[in-house]
Antibody
Framework: QLQLQESGPGLVKPSETLSLTCTVS??????????WGWIRQPPGKGLEWIGS???????YYNPSLKSRVTISVDTSKNQFSLKLSSVTAADTAVYYC????????????WGQGTLVTVSS | DIQMTQSPSSLSASVGDRVTITCRAS??????LNWYQQKPGKAPKLLIY???SLQSGVPSRFSGSGSGTDFTLTISSLQPEDFATYYC??????????FGQGTRLEIK
């Protein structure tokens, strides 16, 4: 079955760039049936969509984060990545990667999530 | 952007109760509405997609309805494992999506 796993530093300094990678196993990231997305959740708060990418490299970003976000895909490694620049404490959150099934237009499955704390 | 508003924000109920959670979209989204369940420390889990389609493996006590701007998630008979936070998510503008703020379902 398809699994997603987030990886990257758990602590980032203010003003620096947060970088995370999602590794997909049990299936190909190059399928035309899916997008791949990043979603975050600040401690004790709700879910916020960050952005989505297609295997071809087409990207879609949350307008509120667009100026700071870059999502990329590496089909040879079956991975996609998130970069969020100029981070502040407000970017502290659990970051999830997930598959967006086009037919259902829903995220399934999700990675387990990784907590990223922004602090000096 | 399409805004999603859930109500109530929190809800207390007992095992065996019938529970309904509402989600309203700021514009018509047809049936492009999904529901997720999230338990503490865990990733969200897809329950319902396309407003009323039950995801494989999800118990039949969960059901969804609605179209346009108003949607509901119903749990017909609450079980202990159902106490969690529930989120709606519009997929009308896929792959750009937005989530509701969540409804926390607690044990009375």
């Amino acid at each position: 079955q398809l699994q997603l796993q987030e990886s990257g530093p758990g602590l980032v300094k203010p003003s620096e760039t947060l970088s995370l990678t999602c590794t997909v196993s049990g299936g190909s990231i190059s399928s035309s049936s899916y997008y791949w997305g990043w979603i975050r959740q600040p401690p004790g708060k709700g879910l916020e969509w960050i952005g989505s990418i297609y295997y071809s490299g087409s990207t879609y970003y949350n307008p509120s984060l667009k100026s700071r976000v870059t999502i990329s895909v590496d089909t040879s490694k079956n991975q996609f990545s998130l970069k969020l620049s100029s981070v502040t404490a407000a970017d502290t959150a659990v970051y999830y990667c997930a598959r967006l099934v086009i037919l259902a237009a829903a995220f399934d499955p999700w990675g387990q999530g990784t907590l990223v704390t922004v602090s000096s | 952007d399409i805004q999603m508003t859930q109500s109530p924000s929190s809800l207390s109920a007992s095992v065996g109760d019938r529970v309904t959670i509402t989600c309203r979209a700021s514009q018509s989204i047809s049936s492009y509405l999904n529901w997720y369940q999230q338990k503490p420390g865990k990733a969200p889990k897809l329950l319902i997609y396309a407003a009323s389609s039950l995801q494989s493996g999800v118990p039949s006590r969960f059901s969804g309805s609605g179209s346009g701007t108003d949607f509901t998630l119903t749990i017909s008979s609450l079980q202990p494992e159902d106490f969690a936070t529930y989120y709606c998510q519009q997929s009308y503008s896929t792959p750009r999506v937005t989530f509701g703020q969540g409804t926390r379902l607690e044990i009375k």
